[in-house]
Structure formats: C-alpha cells, structure tokens
C-alpha cells in the first residue's frame, strides 16, 4: 500500500512556519500529496514548540490528538519540543520517530528510512551544526508577504531562554541564496518580505565578511520586491551607523520591533540580557529621530523571580515614557532547563496576572492613540485579502487598515486616507 498523503501541524514562530513551508515542498517534490487536518492523512509531521511549559504541553497535546482520523498513521515529532526533550516525546505513545531540529531539509529522506524499516528516531546533537540549512527557494501559501529565514541558533543564553539549546549556535545564510529566493518569490507575485530567524541581528557573525544591514542593502538595490520588514531585533544593533545606513533604503519597513523584556536595570541583570534601559532608550531616540513615522513595539516578561513591586513599578513607568505603539506581554513560565527555573523568589500566579493586566491596559491606550493620529492622513497600503465589502491590509508600519471597495484590491500598493477608527482599525 503506497504511503503517499501527508498534514503537517505547525506550532510556534515565523521560523517554524518558514520551515514548514520549505518540508512541505520537499515533500510534493517527491510526489506526496499534502492534505487537510480533517482528510484522513498516511503522514502527519509536528513541528513542535519549546519555549515555554505551555508551548511544550500544547505540543504534547498536538502529538497525542494526530491520529484521530488514522490510528495507523505515521507521527512524526520534531522541532524545539522534541530537540531537548526527546524522553518525553517517547513515552507518547502515538509518536513514531522522533527528528529534533537537525536535518529538517532532509525530512522526506528520514521518513522513507523509517517507512522502510531503516531508521528510527534521529535525533543529533544539534551543538555539533556548524552550516546553515538551506531549504533553497521557498514558496510561500500568502499572496502578498512572506517570511525569508536568514540565519539559525543564538550564542545570547538569557537566563529564561531554551531556545540555544534547541537551536544551537548561530549559522548564517548564504548572501546569494537569500537574493534569489527573494527576487523569485517577487516574481511570483509576493511584494513584502519578513526577514526572520532566531536572532537576526547576529547575521552574518559566523561568515565574517557580512552583516545584516550590509545584507539589506543588498536587498534593496539587487531586488524588485517592495517591501523588507524586520523580524525581532536585539537593541544591541541599533547604533548611528546601523541607522544612518538603514534610512537611506527605500523599501525598509518604518515598523521595528526591539526586545525590552523588562524596564528594570536589576532584573535586566537577571535575565542576562545584554543591555540596560538608558541603552535601550537610546535605540529608540535613535530610530524616532531618523525614521519618519516609525512604529516601536516590544516584549515584556512580567513575574520574571525575583521581581519586586519597585521593580515592576519601574518597568511600568519605563513603558509609560518610552509609549511604545504595542507591547506583547508574556507571564513568566518556568522553563526546565533554563537557569531562571533555578532561580529563588518565583513570582506567585495572581501577581503575574495583575501585572499582566496593568500592562496591557497602557499597551492598548497607547495603540490607539497612535492610531488615531493618522486619521486624515495619507497611508499607503499593502491590502492582503477581502472580508465582506472590505479589504484589508497594513501600512509600512503596519498598521491595519480597511477599505470599502468593489474592485479587486488584494495584493496592491494603494495610498488611502483613514476617516474613522473603530476597535483597532483605521477605516477609510
């Protein structure tokens, strides 16, 4: 009996869905189809999450609940989750190989071995990767945007943080492979490219001879595509240089996305990021005083152990004057592996959820007071798909915007004017 339908579950960041993408080509190449969750599938391949304990129970759920249309399906386990936690993925009883993060490129390879009778789990070390993996030109089920991975692995080890150890150290993309997927995915239709991996400011650290914003200059005067949009930067990249030569290209997106974490030196310290506030702050006065309508957002972790009420008090009013435009408020989540878990003074449930709460409020005000400064103003915009008599799409600072209309807007570049907002949207 041939083997040949496959589903793949996806869980997790825009670098697992670059990924996913790229196993489900390599899969049609070799003639399988790739079908529904609902049809009945001979293959189903988990690309699973770490970075927190719920990621990692989400997963387990996601791995248990895979062969509840085909008990006889094949499960396949990979990913973060199943990189560093390879004992606990085998006690699951309808896993039936195990991959880990290395060798995704190689997936079709690794399952015929195991439908053969070959090979079982595979899971290596994933320390031992020094190259980046090239999945070569991706194609993406967007019409209008798509994510283009750059590089691999992270040498940062905040003190909260898996991810080095189920990703490894960095690996950097080729320049030339980049360019290419780039200008042929612009061909196909595509106008904006997220550039992601899982730390990008570290391009090109390993290869010695480039950097990341040397890799967008490249892109922007070797490329047709419109629009380049950073993925999450680390503030240590932001300096005069970095943003003196990020402003002179034209198609840069003015919508960045810095990582704070925390508003207080002392838990900065804990967390051992590699910055403090006044540096941070820094970053910011930078990219507001050289990029034109520019948008910040960022990350915040509240209840990080140890965390006091002065301290959280001091991150509050840290955000409260920086006003960034949006702020993803993550409650710590214990990692098992990761020093933090370690760490004395958890922070109790109910004061995570406070905390979680306050900041949230500010993030929504700010959003739209942001928002509402730019009715009557002229945007231009990227509109990515219909809903009802509407079509919308985001701006270079991605904001979302909604037009009535009864021509075809999806995937134009279309300078409008918002009249009203209602919710978080700008409508014309």
Known sequence: MSIKKSHFILYGCKVN?????GMREKFIEKGYEIVDFNDVADIYIVNTCAVTNIADKKSRQILR???????????????????????????IQEVDLIIGNVGKK???????????????????????????????????????RMEIKIQDGCNQFCSYCIIPYARGRI??????????????NQEKGIREIVITGIH???????LGNITLIDLLEEIDKKT???RIRLGSLEPSIIDEEFVNRLKKLNKICNQ???????????????????????????????????????????DVIVGFPGEADEEFEKTYEYLEKIKFYKMHVFKYSKKSGTVAAKMPNQIRDEIKEIRSKRLIELSDENEKNYLKSYIGKDVEVLFEEREGNFYKGHTTNYMLVKKESNKDLNNQIITVTPKELKGLELIC
Do not use: P, W
């Open 17 to 21: 869905q670059y990924e996913t993408n």
């Open 65 to 91: 609940r895979a062969k509840i249309h085909n008990k006889n399906a094949i499960v396949v386990a990979m990913g973060c989750y199943a990189q560093v936690a390879q004992k606990e993925i085998e006690k």
């Open 224 to 226: 047709n595509i419109n």
């Open 200 to 206: 990008i400011a570290s391009y090109g650290k390993d």
């Open 256 to 298: 960045f996305h810095l990582s704070l974490q925390s508003g207080c030196d002392d838990v900065l310290k804990r967390m051992n990021r590699k910055y403090n506030t006044k540096e941070f702050e820094k970053c910011v006065e930078l990219l507001r005083n050289n990029i034109k309508d520019v948008l910040l957002t960022t």
């Open 106 to 144: 190689d997936i079709v390879e690794y399952v015929e071995r195991f439908i053969s009778k070959k090979q079982k789990n595979n899971i290596k070390n994933i320390e031992d990767e020094k190259k980046f993996a090239d999945f070569g030109i991706v194609s993406h089920s967007e019409k209008t």
């Open 171 to 184: 690996r950097s993309r080729s320049k030339e492979s980049i360019l290419q997927e780039v200008q042929k």
